[in-house]
């Protein structure tokens, strides 16, 4: 798989992870309002910056989804969630920033490829 699809599959896996966390109250209980609406933020910004990613070849968005992916950890402790939110919390953040990171040092290969002229 050559970095331009890894980019891609990235993305498309970081949306996915974003369509999760915004259904997961379904599901899985929250309680308060700023919870709700932190869920839905980050949920928003994983769907929208990686859809971005997509058609970009700049490491911006990743990295806007890798610190979305940060806050969403620590709000799982923050926040004062139930145990089953913040389990769902910290393993989607953890997914999230991995698929983040690694879009961002793929869309880096590209360019670096670009640069010596080997692409």
Do not use: C
């Amino acid at each position: 798989m050559d970095d331009i699809e890894q980019v891609k599959t990235a993305s498309v896996l970081n949306i996915a992870a974003g369509v999760w966390l915004a259904l997961s109250p379904i599901w899985i209980s929250l309680f308060g309002a700023s919870q709700f609406w932190s869920l839905y933020i980050v949920a928003g910004i994983l769907i929208v910056f990686s859809f971005i990613q997509l058609f970009t070849d700049s490491t911006l968005p990743s990295w806007i989804t890798t610190l979305a992916a940060i806050w969403l950890f620590i709000s799982a402790f923050a926040l004062g969630v139930t145990a089953a939110a913040a389990w769902n919390q910290v393993i989607t953040a953890i997914v999230a920033f991995a698929l983040s990171v690694w879009d961002s040092v793929e869309v880096g290969h590209i360019h670096q490829r670009h640069i010596s002229g080997t692409a």
